[in-house]
Protein backbone atom coordinates (compact mmCIF):
# COMPACT_ATOMS: atom_id res chain seq x y z
CA UNK A 1 0.00 0.00 0.00
CA UNK A 2 1.23 3.93 -0.59
CA UNK A 3 2.13 5.24 2.20
CA UNK A 4 -0.32 8.31 1.14
CA UNK A 5 -3.05 6.12 1.58
CA UNK A 6 -1.73 5.45 5.03
CA UNK A 7 -2.66 8.98 6.44
CA UNK A 8 -5.51 10.86 6.17
CA UNK A 9 -4.20 14.48 6.59
CA UNK A 10 -6.98 17.34 7.38
CA UNK A 11 -4.12 19.67 7.64
CA UNK A 12 -4.09 19.95 4.23
CA UNK A 13 -7.54 20.21 3.44
CA UNK A 14 -8.28 23.47 1.87
CA UNK A 15 -4.97 24.69 3.53
CA UNK A 16 -1.86 26.11 1.67
CA UNK A 17 0.59 28.53 2.76
CA UNK A 18 0.98 30.37 -0.22
CA UNK A 19 4.10 32.83 -0.83
CA UNK A 20 4.72 34.60 -4.06
CA UNK A 21 8.69 34.82 -3.84
CA UNK A 22 9.20 37.95 -6.46
CA UNK A 23 7.44 40.03 -3.03
CA UNK A 24 9.76 38.65 -0.54
CA UNK A 25 13.89 39.37 -0.22
CA UNK A 26 14.50 35.43 -0.01
CA UNK A 27 12.51 32.28 1.35
CA UNK A 28 11.77 31.93 5.02
CA UNK A 29 14.69 32.05 7.07
CA UNK A 30 15.84 31.35 10.70
CA UNK A 31 17.77 33.55 13.37
CA UNK A 32 18.91 31.73 16.71
CA UNK A 33 18.70 34.10 19.40
CA UNK A 34 19.87 31.31 21.82
CA UNK A 35 23.11 33.31 22.30
CA UNK A 36 21.34 36.34 23.24
CA UNK A 37 18.18 36.31 24.29
CA UNK A 38 18.14 32.85 25.45
CA UNK A 39 20.90 33.88 27.75
CA UNK A 40 18.83 36.74 29.25
CA UNK A 41 17.10 33.75 31.06
CA UNK A 42 17.73 33.72 34.61
CA UNK A 43 18.12 30.35 35.34
CA UNK A 44 20.74 30.33 31.89
CA UNK A 45 24.05 29.59 32.55
CA UNK A 46 26.77 31.71 29.95
CA UNK A 47 28.82 28.49 28.24
CA UNK A 48 32.07 28.86 27.34
CA UNK A 49 33.37 30.51 24.45
CA UNK A 50 33.98 26.66 23.05
CA UNK A 51 31.11 25.28 24.05
CA UNK A 52 29.30 28.69 22.01
CA UNK A 53 31.34 28.25 19.28
CA UNK A 54 29.96 24.21 18.87
CA UNK A 55 27.02 25.49 19.07
CA UNK A 56 27.56 27.65 16.39
CA UNK A 57 28.65 24.28 14.38
CA UNK A 58 25.47 23.00 14.75
CA UNK A 59 23.16 26.38 13.75
CA UNK A 60 25.54 26.32 10.42
CA UNK A 61 24.57 22.08 9.96
CA UNK A 62 21.54 22.76 10.12
CA UNK A 63 21.19 25.15 7.41
CA UNK A 64 20.20 27.75 9.95
CA UNK A 65 20.50 31.19 8.23
CA UNK A 66 21.02 33.94 11.23
CA UNK A 67 22.38 34.07 14.12
CA UNK A 68 22.03 36.78 17.02
CA UNK A 69 25.70 36.34 18.75
CA UNK A 70 25.09 39.12 21.88
CA UNK A 71 24.98 42.31 23.09
CA UNK A 72 27.93 44.11 22.88
CA UNK A 73 26.54 47.21 25.19
CA UNK A 74 26.98 44.65 27.90
CA UNK A 75 30.53 45.19 28.15
CA UNK A 76 34.15 43.83 26.86
CA UNK A 77 34.05 40.27 28.16
CA UNK A 78 30.55 39.73 25.61
CA UNK A 79 32.43 41.59 22.90
CA UNK A 80 35.60 39.28 23.14
CA UNK A 81 33.21 36.39 22.96
CA UNK A 82 30.99 37.54 19.67
CA UNK A 83 35.23 38.78 18.33
CA UNK A 84 35.64 34.75 18.71
CA UNK A 85 32.95 33.69 17.34
CA UNK A 86 33.21 35.79 14.30
CA UNK A 87 36.84 34.90 13.85
CA UNK A 88 35.47 31.07 13.81
CA UNK A 89 32.67 31.84 11.45
CA UNK A 90 34.60 33.30 9.02
CA UNK A 91 37.64 31.41 9.25
CA UNK A 92 35.33 28.17 8.56
CA UNK A 93 33.90 30.65 5.69
CA UNK A 94 30.25 30.03 6.96
CA UNK A 95 26.79 30.91 5.56
CA UNK A 96 25.19 31.93 8.95
CA UNK A 97 24.76 35.45 8.94
CA UNK A 98 26.32 37.31 12.20
CA UNK A 99 23.71 39.84 14.03
CA UNK A 100 24.07 41.18 17.70
CA UNK A 101 21.41 42.84 19.34
CA UNK A 102 22.18 46.85 20.54
CA UNK A 103 20.10 49.59 22.35
CA UNK A 104 18.99 52.62 19.99
CA UNK A 105 22.04 54.31 21.04
CA UNK A 106 25.50 54.38 19.28
CA UNK A 107 27.50 53.30 22.18
CA UNK A 108 26.33 50.10 21.22
CA UNK A 109 26.96 50.48 17.72
CA UNK A 110 30.60 51.58 17.82
CA UNK A 111 31.66 48.00 18.76
CA UNK A 112 29.86 46.81 15.18
CA UNK A 113 32.03 49.00 13.70
CA UNK A 114 35.28 47.72 14.32
CA UNK A 115 34.69 43.96 13.83
CA UNK A 116 32.74 44.48 10.79
CA UNK A 117 36.32 46.22 9.27
CA UNK A 118 38.15 43.56 10.99
CA UNK A 119 36.18 40.36 9.34
CA UNK A 120 34.98 42.43 6.24
CA UNK A 121 31.79 41.17 6.68
CA UNK A 122 28.37 42.35 7.29
CA UNK A 123 26.90 42.23 11.36
CA UNK A 124 23.61 43.17 11.75
CA UNK A 125 22.91 45.77 13.95
CA UNK A 126 19.62 44.56 15.57
CA UNK A 127 18.59 47.95 17.17
CA UNK A 128 15.64 47.63 19.93
CA UNK A 129 13.51 50.42 21.12
CA UNK A 130 10.25 50.16 23.13
CA UNK A 131 7.06 51.74 21.72
CA UNK A 132 4.15 50.58 23.55
CA UNK A 133 1.65 53.16 25.68
CA UNK A 134 2.70 50.91 28.73
CA UNK A 135 6.29 51.33 27.88
CA UNK A 136 5.75 55.42 27.24
CA UNK A 137 4.44 55.74 30.60
CA UNK A 138 7.00 54.02 32.39
CA UNK A 139 9.91 55.04 30.75
CA UNK A 140 8.44 58.90 30.48
CA UNK A 141 8.72 58.56 26.63
CA UNK A 142 7.10 60.20 24.17
CA UNK A 143 7.26 59.42 20.27
CA UNK A 144 9.46 62.77 19.67
CA UNK A 145 12.01 61.36 21.81
CA UNK A 146 11.27 57.59 20.71
CA UNK A 147 11.56 59.11 16.78
CA UNK A 148 14.81 61.34 17.78
CA UNK A 149 16.48 57.75 19.31
CA UNK A 150 15.93 56.04 16.52
CA UNK A 151 17.09 58.11 13.85
CA UNK A 152 20.75 58.69 16.08
CA UNK A 153 21.57 55.42 16.27
CA UNK A 154 20.09 54.30 13.04
CA UNK A 155 21.63 57.07 10.78
CA UNK A 156 25.19 55.98 12.88
CA UNK A 157 25.13 52.49 11.56
CA UNK A 158 23.90 53.49 7.78
CA UNK A 159 26.49 55.68 7.86
CA UNK A 160 28.89 53.31 8.63
CA UNK A 161 27.53 50.55 6.60
CA UNK A 162 26.23 48.27 8.71
CA UNK A 163 23.06 47.11 8.19
CA UNK A 164 19.85 47.93 10.55
CA UNK A 165 17.57 45.54 11.30
CA UNK A 166 15.04 48.25 12.77
CA UNK A 167 13.34 46.48 16.39
CA UNK A 168 10.41 47.55 18.20
CA UNK A 169 9.89 46.06 21.69
CA UNK A 170 6.35 45.67 22.42
CA UNK A 171 4.84 45.76 19.09
CA UNK A 172 2.04 43.35 19.76
CA UNK A 173 0.76 46.13 22.34
CA UNK A 174 1.79 49.48 20.56
CA UNK A 175 -0.57 51.62 18.67
CA UNK A 176 -0.86 51.23 14.88
CA UNK A 177 -0.01 54.93 13.84
CA UNK A 178 2.83 55.00 16.62
CA UNK A 179 4.43 51.83 14.86
CA UNK A 180 3.74 53.25 11.13
CA UNK A 181 5.38 56.50 12.23
CA UNK A 182 8.47 54.63 13.83
CA UNK A 183 9.34 52.03 11.34
CA UNK A 184 8.24 54.28 8.28
CA UNK A 185 10.95 57.19 9.52
CA UNK A 186 13.48 53.88 10.25
CA UNK A 187 13.07 52.61 6.42
CA UNK A 188 13.40 56.44 5.22
CA UNK A 189 16.39 56.47 6.96
CA UNK A 190 17.73 53.11 5.67
CA UNK A 191 16.66 50.21 7.89
CA UNK A 192 16.12 47.38 4.83
CA UNK A 193 15.09 44.84 7.57
CA UNK A 194 12.27 45.35 10.60
CA UNK A 195 11.62 43.09 13.29
CA UNK A 196 7.90 43.23 14.84
CA UNK A 197 8.19 41.77 18.51
CA UNK A 198 5.85 39.87 20.92
CA UNK A 199 7.98 40.97 23.80
CA UNK A 200 5.67 39.88 26.27
CA UNK A 201 4.27 36.73 24.76
CA UNK A 202 0.83 38.78 24.63
CA UNK A 203 -0.48 38.13 20.82
CA UNK A 204 -2.55 34.97 19.45
CA UNK A 205 -2.03 33.80 16.21
CA UNK A 206 -4.63 35.90 14.27
CA UNK A 207 -3.08 39.04 16.44
CA UNK A 208 -0.24 37.83 14.39
CA UNK A 209 -1.70 37.71 10.80
CA UNK A 210 -3.63 41.34 11.70
CA UNK A 211 -0.38 42.64 12.68
CA UNK A 212 1.91 41.29 9.74
CA UNK A 213 -0.83 42.35 7.59
CA UNK A 214 -1.18 46.04 8.47
CA UNK A 215 3.29 46.27 9.03
CA UNK A 216 3.17 44.43 4.86
CA UNK A 217 -0.01 46.37 3.64
CA UNK A 218 0.25 49.86 4.98
CA UNK A 219 3.39 50.85 6.66
CA UNK A 220 5.67 49.26 4.09
CA UNK A 221 3.88 50.68 1.13
CA UNK A 222 3.45 53.94 2.76
CA UNK A 223 7.09 54.32 3.11
CA UNK A 224 7.69 54.63 -0.47
CA UNK A 225 9.36 50.98 -0.83
CA UNK A 226 8.66 47.75 -2.01
CA UNK A 227 7.90 44.66 0.13
CA UNK A 228 10.44 42.56 -1.43
CA UNK A 229 13.07 45.46 -0.48
CA UNK A 230 12.30 44.94 3.29
CA UNK A 231 13.28 42.02 5.61
CA UNK A 232 10.07 41.58 7.53
CA UNK A 233 11.54 39.80 11.04
CA UNK A 234 9.21 38.25 13.82
CA UNK A 235 10.29 37.67 17.03
CA UNK A 236 7.89 35.82 19.82
CA UNK A 237 8.01 34.88 23.44
CA UNK A 238 6.13 31.67 25.17
CA UNK A 239 4.16 33.46 27.88
CA UNK A 240 1.14 32.38 27.00
CA UNK A 241 2.77 29.14 25.09
CA UNK A 242 1.49 30.06 21.83
CA UNK A 243 5.40 30.62 20.47
CA UNK A 244 5.64 27.76 18.14
CA UNK A 245 1.49 28.84 16.75
CA UNK A 246 2.48 32.25 16.70
CA UNK A 247 5.67 31.78 14.23
CA UNK A 248 4.02 29.62 12.06
CA UNK A 249 1.13 32.09 11.86
CA UNK A 250 3.92 34.65 11.41
CA UNK A 251 5.09 32.31 8.10
CA UNK A 252 1.13 32.08 6.98
CA UNK A 253 1.38 35.55 6.97
CA UNK A 254 4.47 36.29 5.15
CA UNK A 255 7.18 36.84 7.33
CA UNK A 256 10.83 36.32 5.90
CA UNK A 257 12.82 35.95 9.47
CA UNK A 258 11.47 33.65 11.97
CA UNK A 259 13.30 34.24 15.43
CA UNK A 260 13.80 31.08 18.18
CA UNK A 261 16.11 29.53 20.71
CA UNK A 262 16.63 26.36 21.31
CA UNK A 263 14.26 24.15 23.65
CA UNK A 264 12.70 27.67 24.39
CA UNK A 265 15.56 29.25 26.55
CA UNK A 266 14.93 32.73 27.30
CA UNK A 267 13.18 35.51 29.78
CA UNK A 268 10.66 35.07 31.74
CA UNK A 269 8.83 31.87 29.94
CA UNK A 270 10.75 32.18 27.39
CA UNK A 271 11.57 32.48 23.94
CA UNK A 272 9.39 30.63 21.13
CA UNK A 273 11.33 27.61 20.55
CA UNK A 274 13.43 27.26 17.40
CA UNK A 275 13.22 23.54 17.15
CA UNK A 276 10.07 22.91 17.47
CA UNK A 277 9.26 25.56 14.97
CA UNK A 278 11.92 23.88 12.55
CA UNK A 279 10.11 20.21 12.96
CA UNK A 280 6.75 22.09 12.40
CA UNK A 281 7.67 23.81 9.31
CA UNK A 282 9.27 21.07 8.02
CA UNK A 283 6.72 18.56 8.67
CA UNK A 284 4.22 20.90 6.73
CA UNK A 285 6.54 20.81 3.82
CA UNK A 286 7.72 24.97 4.32
CA UNK A 287 11.44 24.07 4.52
CA UNK A 288 13.84 21.00 3.70
CA UNK A 289 16.60 21.43 5.95
CA UNK A 290 18.61 18.40 6.72
CA UNK A 291 17.46 18.23 10.55
CA UNK A 292 18.80 14.64 11.60
CA UNK A 293 21.47 16.86 13.92
CA UNK A 294 18.88 18.85 15.23
CA UNK A 295 18.57 16.28 18.56
CA UNK A 296 22.57 16.71 18.98
CA UNK A 297 21.92 20.42 19.17
CA UNK A 298 19.31 20.26 21.25
CA UNK A 299 21.24 18.01 24.08
CA UNK A 300 24.37 20.14 23.82
CA UNK A 301 22.20 23.57 24.59
CA UNK A 302 20.45 21.63 27.02
CA UNK A 303 24.03 20.71 28.44
CA UNK A 304 25.77 24.01 28.49
CA UNK A 305 22.94 26.72 28.88
CA UNK A 306 21.56 24.54 32.03
CA UNK A 307 17.99 24.82 30.34
CA UNK A 308 15.01 22.12 31.64
CA UNK A 309 14.43 19.70 28.88
CA UNK A 310 11.50 17.91 30.43
CA UNK A 311 11.44 14.23 30.08
CA UNK A 312 7.62 15.08 28.11
CA UNK A 313 9.40 17.81 25.98
CA UNK A 314 8.31 17.77 22.20
CA UNK A 315 9.86 15.58 19.54
CA UNK A 316 13.47 16.00 22.12
CA UNK A 317 12.47 15.21 25.07
CA UNK A 318 13.16 11.72 26.57
CA UNK A 319 9.53 10.38 26.65
CA UNK A 320 8.63 11.69 23.30
CA UNK A 321 9.11 8.28 21.56
CA UNK A 322 9.16 5.83 24.18
CA UNK A 323 6.12 3.55 24.92
CA UNK A 324 5.89 1.11 27.57
CA UNK A 325 1.79 0.76 27.04
CA UNK A 326 0.85 -2.36 25.66
CA UNK A 327 -1.73 -1.36 22.73
CA UNK A 328 1.30 1.28 21.52
CA UNK A 329 3.54 -0.89 21.49
CA UNK A 330 2.30 -4.04 19.94
CA UNK A 331 1.31 -2.08 17.25
CA UNK A 332 4.66 -0.34 16.98
CA UNK A 333 6.37 -3.78 17.06
CA UNK A 334 4.07 -4.90 14.14
CA UNK A 335 5.47 -2.41 12.00
CA UNK A 336 9.12 -2.76 12.60
CA UNK A 337 8.43 -6.28 12.37
CA UNK A 338 7.59 -5.90 8.64
CA UNK A 339 10.84 -4.02 8.51
CA UNK A 340 9.34 -0.33 7.73
CA UNK A 341 11.06 1.97 9.84
CA UNK A 342 8.76 4.69 8.03
CA UNK A 343 5.52 2.67 9.06
CA UNK A 344 7.04 2.77 13.09
CA UNK A 345 7.49 6.23 13.19
CA UNK A 346 4.14 6.98 12.44
CA UNK A 347 1.96 4.06 13.55
CA UNK A 348 1.42 5.89 17.25
CA UNK A 349 3.24 9.11 16.50
CA UNK A 350 2.47 12.31 14.77
CA UNK A 351 6.14 13.24 14.37
CA UNK A 352 8.93 10.91 13.08
CA UNK A 353 11.67 10.34 15.13
CA UNK A 354 14.36 9.76 12.37
CA UNK A 355 13.43 12.69 10.60
CA UNK A 356 15.95 13.93 14.01
CA UNK A 357 18.34 11.61 14.71
CA UNK A 358 15.74 9.82 17.03
CA UNK A 359 14.25 6.28 17.50
CA UNK A 360 11.11 4.36 18.70
CA UNK A 361 11.77 3.26 22.01
CA UNK A 362 9.89 0.20 23.46
CA UNK A 363 9.74 -0.02 27.20
CA UNK A 364 8.53 -2.83 29.77
CA UNK A 365 6.16 -1.45 32.91
CA UNK A 366 2.98 -2.18 34.64
CA UNK A 367 0.98 -1.32 31.49
CA UNK A 368 3.26 -3.28 29.26
CA UNK A 369 2.19 -6.48 27.12
CA UNK A 370 4.33 -9.76 26.41
CA UNK A 371 4.67 -7.78 23.16
CA UNK A 372 6.86 -5.14 24.58
CA UNK A 373 9.50 -7.90 26.65
CA UNK A 374 9.42 -9.93 23.25
CA UNK A 375 10.88 -7.40 21.24
CA UNK A 376 12.90 -5.66 24.31
CA UNK A 377 14.22 -9.43 25.10
CA UNK A 378 15.48 -9.70 21.13
CA UNK A 379 16.13 -5.95 20.98
CA UNK A 380 19.08 -6.62 23.71
CA UNK A 381 19.91 -9.88 22.26
CA UNK A 382 18.66 -12.33 25.17
CA UNK A 383 17.09 -15.88 23.85
CA UNK A 384 13.40 -15.38 24.26
CA UNK A 385 11.46 -18.14 25.78
CA UNK A 386 7.88 -18.50 27.06
CA UNK A 387 9.49 -18.59 30.68
CA UNK A 388 11.72 -15.54 30.58
CA UNK A 389 8.99 -13.66 28.74
CA UNK A 390 6.30 -15.07 31.39
CA UNK A 391 8.98 -14.00 34.55
CA UNK A 392 9.05 -10.48 33.08
CA UNK A 393 5.61 -9.80 32.55
CA UNK A 394 5.02 -10.92 35.82
CA UNK A 395 7.83 -8.58 37.42
CA UNK A 396 6.41 -5.55 35.21
CA UNK A 397 3.41 -5.92 36.62
CA UNK A 398 4.07 -4.95 39.75
CA UNK A 399 6.21 -1.89 38.92
CA UNK A 400 4.66 1.26 39.68
CA UNK A 401 6.85 2.90 36.43
CA UNK A 402 8.46 1.64 33.42
CA UNK A 403 11.59 -0.16 34.21
CA UNK A 404 15.03 1.01 33.38
CA UNK A 405 17.10 -1.33 31.22
CA UNK A 406 19.56 -2.07 34.12
CA UNK A 407 16.43 -3.49 35.98
CA UNK A 408 15.74 -5.55 33.63
CA UNK A 409 19.00 -7.13 32.89
CA UNK A 410 19.74 -7.72 36.63
CA UNK A 411 15.70 -9.21 36.84
CA UNK A 412 17.06 -11.72 34.05
CA UNK A 413 20.39 -12.22 35.60
CA UNK A 414 18.32 -13.52 39.04
CA UNK A 415 15.71 -15.23 37.39
CA UNK A 416 18.75 -17.71 35.25
CA UNK A 417 20.45 -17.97 38.71
CA UNK A 418 17.10 -19.57 40.20
Known sequence: ?????????????????????????????????????????????????????????YMEKLGIQKVDLGLPGAGPFHIKHIDEMLSHMTENSYDLRPGCAVRTVVSDIEPLVDLQAKYERQIQASAFLGTSPIRQYTEG???????????????FAVNNDIPVMFVTEDTTRSKPEEIKQVYTRAIELGADRICICDTCGHVTPNGVKKLLGFIQEEVIPDSGVKRRDIEVNWHGHQDRGLGVANNLAAVEAGADVIHGTALGVGERAGNAPLDQTLVNLSLMGVISNDLTSLNDYMKKAHEYIEVDLPRNYPVFGKDAFETGTGVHASAVVKAMKKGDDWLADRIYSGVPAQDYGLEQVIRI?????????????????????????????????????????????????KWKKQ
Open 1 to 57: MKESELIYDWNTIDYEIKRVSSQHPHDVWFDDETLRDGLQSPSARNPTITQKIELID
Open 141 to 155: WDMERILSTAEKAVT
Open 365 to 413: GHMSGRSNITWWLGKNNYEVTDDLVAHLFDIAKKQRRLMDDDEIHMEIK
